[in-house]
């Protein structure tokens, strides 16, 4: 279904665009600590061979607050709309909510613990059969953030109304709501000049 969009939400999603090629160029510069990207896969079986659940990995991200900004950039598709050189978009990076988040652990003994704490535990060791070495923070469940006119009205971490670019920075809250570029400039200085201690 086409989204219709007014002239001043298209420039506030193109301004998001540069915004985070700009934060992207800046993140990369500094050297800001990323943290890595996967996919859950479940457990499956392949020619009645048992195979167990794994975190694939997917790349690298920094994170900023509810959302996540790859750092490799993302291919995005060319326009359709003319063969003109005005028509093709330029790559921009991926953006993704931020979903949950585990660190990578050799595999150990299942022990009688909590059911909640036993799934953190393997979740652990599947970030591990993802060959990320112990200790790497492994983000997953992470949804994709689509840079175009489905971000009119949105109810994700990143909307557009009225010509303005929102994040909403407590998903539990629709109203909690702050401009875009305010949000993105204090969450890249916080990486790229992070706190004592932090």
Same mark, same amino acid.
Do not use: C, H, K, W
């Given at each position: 279904m086409?989204?219709?969009?007014?002239? +001043? !939400? %298209?420039? $506030?999603?193109?301004?998001?665009?540069? @915004?985070?090629?700009?934060?992207a160029a800046r993140l990369a510069a500094a050297g800001a600590r990323t943290e890595a990207?996967?996919?859950?896969?479940?457990?499956?079986?392949?020619?009645?061979v048992p195979r167990p659940e794994r975190l694939r990995p997917l790349g690298t991200v920094w994170?900023?607050?509810?959302?996540?900004?790859?750092?490799?950039? +993302? !291919? %995005?598709? $060319?326009?359709?709309?003319?063969?003109? @050189?005005?028509?093709?978009?330029?790559?921009?990076p991926a953006l993704f909510a931020t979903g949950s988040l585990t660190r990578a652990h050799e595999p150990g003994r299942t022990t009688f613990i909590a059911a909640s704490a036993e799934r953190r535990r393997q979740l652990r060791v599947a970030a591990f059969r993802g060959h990320y070495p112990p200790g790497t923070s492994v983000n997953f469940d992470a949804a994709p953030v689509p840079l175009d006119a489905s971000l009119a009205g949105a109810s994700g971490p990143v909307t557009v109304h009225d010509g303005e670019a929102l994040v909403r920075w407590m998903p539990s809250s629709p109203?909690?709501?702050?401009?875009?570029?305010a949000?993105?400039?204090?969450?890249?200085?916080?990486?790229?000049?992070?706190?004592?201690?932090?």
């Open positions: 086409r989204v219709t969009m007014s002239a +001043a !939400d %298209e420039a $506030a999603i193109a301004r998001v665009r540069v @915004a985070l090629t700009d934060a990207l996967a996919e859950y896969v479940p457990p499956t079986r392949v020619l009645l994170r900023l607050g509810v959302l996540l900004l790859m750092a490799e950039g +993302a !291919d %995005e598709t $060319a326009s359709t709309t003319g063969d003109a @050189a005005a028509d093709i978009q330029a790559p921009s109203d909690a709501l702050t401009g875009f570029d949000y993105l400039t204090e969450r890249v200085a916080l990486l790229v000049d992070p706190p004592i201690g932090a």
